[in-house]
């Protein structure tokens, strides 16, 4: 292991490394971030290191397990270095094929290439596919080249230069002013400037500060974070050193959750490489600057992402938020000035020391600079993580990255912001990716949740997720949080039910008002959204819920009833199989199945195993059920 | 709560003006401890003097005014400035405590009736306990014991006594008196058993 001693020799390395790595040889990148382990890319690896031992090609061939690649629909992905062939949805039995034509022949396997939904053509290279080819994928693009287990790899793809670069040439103010000259906002969900941020622990007057990595992502259906500290380690951390050498902190903490088991091993084997490699530790490069960085692993709450929460829990103390008018960043962990960030602000770090303020600030609007990552989720034919500049509109991102919504059914409305964002609807669509345009629309940035909503969801309804969720996944500490969530999800509830009263809308709305302005912490404060949000876009919804006793979207259980159409049934009993109640009959002397309203539970396996050809089962009010008996 | 590790010699003053009064505060202090120092009452709930302040009641807010803006905040633990402009009773404050009585209803029915809070649209929670915590925070603080704790999260918080510790409880009692909601004193049996 070579110990760096100066910036230079950070140069020289990747020069060496480079130099090495040059010539004929091909590169078999296999992703191995969570969502294609699922698929099992493991044994997909493996059987690329049988098949090319077998060929015989190990001399020619590199292979490589890397982090996310963001398609993770169609994993586990496969890209094929330099011709950039990009294979989706490889298995195990594909990679003999892949080895004798692609890698020894030079051929290209059609049938595992993508295939264009509207033209059928196969597309071959990666950034051709549009899934791809819409992205600006500045924190995203290095996964595909680095294996997140080795350091060399990030060196090599031009890691650590931007450390050597500060570290050599820059001064701590320097490294602030560049960062806060490249108006980059914070990622985690608020957008608070984080030069600002930075400067206000860099002045605080106390000579022990910390800085600190917030990966607490605890919302439903997100995972950015994640995959940029399972595939990329080194980027954050190297964010992490700026940030301590431009604030003039000397110890860091990383906060990951336990949920994240890879990407706990990977932060921790890249604190190991980097101190070898004495990127770390007592004079980094020679400069005369300490830092180290501990890892603490987070005990499961979504709470725990909150400032104050966090850095309670890394005390040692229950995470959770305490009354902060003094901000943390002057008064924070163990009562020192405390600069935390979210993963993904930290990984755009060494990309503006590097590339400079203004490249920065050639990317994205007036106020929000750089990209976003965004996990696309939900009613969503290409769902995965994308990353875009700022001011790209959200119909951008569904329907040109996305593709569109399944089945060819209408969008009702795109989620954003996790728990404490809110919904957009179809109308503003237009609406560019922007923290002040998200937020004067009634929802916000957030981490970056973005969850595609079809004309199937019932508004009242997920507003109703999400209060549940908030209601469970609050400290519990203040009043009008845990109260007024409590009674919120109540009168929810019964709104679903088919039991709302004139007036719900406006005591929601109340309950509202007050969080925003008497809850404790972030969460409270921000835990109206979904309602409010709904309330605002659809409250035809909530209308139709609680004045006429119907759900539009036919999703709340005790506003709708199946029946079965006795013209298009074909009998074939597939339904009364599958019913788990029982609740399907032969009606006597005739040839079609009946519903016993008083046994069915409205499950809609029916609707699942009725014959497409027949599509006889039909959604109604629960009147016109009873009435069809 | 004045900082017992402050002495004389260094105490800073502030001025802020608290409903039209103008008042001098020692640094550090909060808005609550200068508000009652001249004799306004601010509701409490979570409050007690002699331990931590821990703000999660929010019946004390108040609306503070500063650089022409002004918001809510909870004056039990926001320490005085100079200059701040305070109301303690504005329309704004009274509608929060108003709900939040509303919300708590039927605990503190006195305090409810003078906010004009005589039922409540929320349905009843199925406990007298407040989760102001000062049950917990006197064993922790003035005991120095921890026999009870917060457990739980979110709506299902509770307050719950460590099992090993309960004998020793029952002997104690002292935090009885703390008791705002008298869950503890309604339920010691079941729970010290």
Do not use: W
């Given at each position: 292991m070579p110990r760096l001693r100066?910036?230079?020799?950070?140069?020289?390395?990747?020069?060496?490394?480079?130099?090495?790595?040059?010539?004929?040889?091909?590169?078999?990148?296999v992703c191995s971030g969570t969502g294609c382990l699922a698929y099992r890319s493991q044994d997909v690896v493996a059987a690329f290191e049988r098949e090319i031992a077998c060929q015989g090609l190990a001399e020619h061939v590199m292979l490589r397990r890397t982090g996310c690649y963001g398609f993770c629909e169609r994993g586990p992905i496969v890209v094929i270095q330099p011709e950039g062939i990009c294979y989706l949805g490889?298995?195990?039995?594909?990679?003999?094929?892949?080895?004798?034509?692609?890698?020894?022949?030079?051929?290209?396997?059609?049938?595992?290439?993508?295939?264009?939904?509207?033209?059928?053509?196969?597309?071959?290279?990666?950034?051709?596919?549009?899934?791809?080819?819409?992205?600006?994928?500045?924190?995203?693009?290095?996964n595909a080249a680095v294996d997140p287990r080795s350091i060399d790899d990030y060196i090599a793809a031009g890691g650590y230069a931007a450390l050597a670069k500060a570290l050599s040439a820059m001064r701590p103010e320097d490294v602030l002013r560049e960062v806060t000259d490249s108006k980059l906002r914070g990622r985690g969900g608020g957008g608070f400037p984080t030069g600002r941020k930075w400067r206000t622990t860099r002045d605080a007057p106390d000579d022990v500060k910390y800085v600190v990595v917030n990966a607490d992502e605890g919302d439903p259906g997100a995972y950015m974070d994640r995959s940029i500290l399972e595939g990329?380690?080194?980027?954050?951390?190297?964010?992490?050193?700026?940030?301590?050498?431009?604030?003039?902190?000397?110890?860091?903490?990383?906060?990951?959750?336990?949920?994240?088991?890879?990407?706990?091993?990977?932060?921790?084997?890249?604190?190991?490489?980097?101190?070898?490699?004495?990127?770390?530790?007592?004079?980094?490069?020679?400069?005369?600057?300490?830092?180290?960085?501990?890892?603490?692993?987070?005990?499961?709450?979504?709470?725990s992402g909150e400032s104050s929460a966090l850095m309670a829990a890394i005390e040692g103390k229950v995470g959770e938020p305490r009354p902060k008018y003094i901000h943390t960043a002057v008064k924070g962990l163990w009562d020192k000035p405390t600069c935390l960030n979210n993963v993904e602000t930290w990984a755009n770090v060494p990309l503006i020391v590097s590339g400079g303020a203004a490249w920065f600030c050639g990317m994205g609007t007036a106020e929000s600079k750089g990209t976003k990552i965004f996990s696309l989720v939900g009613k969503v034919n290409n769902t995965g993580l994308v990353e875009v500049p700022m001011g790209m509109t959200l119909r951008q991102i569904v329907y040109d990255i996305g593709g569109g919504v399944p089945k060819g059914r209408g969008l009702k409305a795109v989620q954003t912001g996790g728990p404490s964002g809110g919904v957009i609807p179809a109308s503003m669509l237009d609406l560019p990716v922007d923290f002040?345009?998200?937020?004067?629309?009634?929802?916000?940035?957030?981490?970056?949740?973005?969850?595609?909503?079809?004309?199937?969801?019932?508004?009242?309804?997920?507003?109703?997720?999400?209060?549940?969720?908030?209601?469970?996944?609050?400290?519990?500490?203040?009043?009008p949080c845990r109260e007024g969530l409590y009674q919120m999800l109540g009168i929810l509830d019964r709104i679903t039910a088919g039991e709302g009263r004139d007036g719900d809308v406006e005591l929601l709305e109340e309950v509202c008002d007050l969080l925003e302005v008497a809850a404790l912490c972030a969460l409270g404060k921000t835990a109206p959204n979904p309602v409010r949000s709904t309330i605002r876009h659809f409250r035809d919804e909530y209308d139709a819920h609680i004045l006429e006793r119907r759900c539009p979207a036919g999703v709340c259980k005790n506003l709708i009833a199946y029946t079965i159409d006795r013209e298009a049934c074909l009998a074939c009993g597939a339904c009364a199989k599958n019913c788990p109640t029982g609740a399907i009959t032969r009606a006597p002397y005739n040839d079609h199945y009946v519903i016993d309203q008083d046994k069915c539970t409205r499950c809609g396996c029916c609707v699942e195993v009725c014959p497409p050809k027949a599509r006889a089962i039909v959604k109604v009010a629960p009147e016109a059920a009873r009435q069809t008996l | 709560m004045t900082n017992p590790e402050r002495t004389g010699y260094e105490m800073n003053m502030v001025e802020l003006e608290i409903n039209g009064q103008r008042v001098s505060a020692e640094e550090g202090t909060t808005i609550l401890d200068a508000a009652s120092a001249i004799g306004i009452r601010v509701p409490t709930l979570c409050h007690d003097s002699r331990l931590s302040a821990s703000g999660v009641c929010r019946l004390c807010m108040v609306e503070v005014a500063k650089g022409g803006r002004s918001r809510l905040v909870a004056s039990c633990v926001y320490p005085v400035e100079a200059g701040i402009v305070v109301q303690t009773d504005s329309e704004k404050v009274r509608k929060v405590r108003r709900l939040i009585l509303e919300l708590l209803w039927p605990s503190l029915p006195d305090l409810a009736r003078e906010y004009g809070v005589t039922s409540s649209r929320f349905r009843p929670r199925d406990t007298e306990c407040s989760l102001c915590g000062l049950c917990v925070r006197y064993c922790a603080e003035i005991k120095k014991r921890q026999a009870i704790y917060f457990r739980g999260r979110g709506i299902d918080r509770e307050v719950a006594i460590v099992p090993e510790l309960a004998k020793e409880c029952a002997m104690c009692r002292e935090c009885f008196p703390c008791c705002t909601g008298g869950h503890i004193v309604t339920h010691s049996d079941l729970a010290f058993t």
């Open positions: 100066t910036p230079a020799d950070v140069n020289r390395l990747r020069g060496e490394l480079q130099a090495a790595r040059e010539g004929d040889r091909r590169c078999v990148s490889m298995r195990e039995q594909d990679v003999e094929e892949v080895v004798s034509e692609t890698l020894a022949n030079g051929r290209t396997v059609t049938r595992l290439l993508y295939e264009d939904l509207e033209s059928g053509q196969r597309i071959a290279r990666m950034e051709d596919i549009p899934f791809y080819r819409h992205q600006q994928r500045l924190l995203l693009a290095a990329n380690p080194h980027s954050v951390l190297e964010g992490l050193v700026l940030g301590a050498y431009a604030i003039g902190a000397h110890e860091g903490y990383v906060y990951v959750r336990q949920e994240y088991p890879l990407a706990v091993r990977n932060t921790l084997r890249a604190l190991e490489q980097a101190r070898e490699y004495g990127l770390l530790g007592r004079d980094i490069l020679g400069s005369g600057f300490a830092f180290d960085v501990h890892v603490h692993r987070g005990a499961g709450a979504f709470v002040d345009a998200l937020s004067e629309a009634g929802s916000m940035m957030g981490s970056g949740g973005l969850i595609v909503m079809d004309e199937d969801t019932c508004m009242v309804d997920t507003a109703r997720y999400y209060v549940d969720f908030l209601a469970h996944e609050s400290c519990g500490k203040c009043v | -």
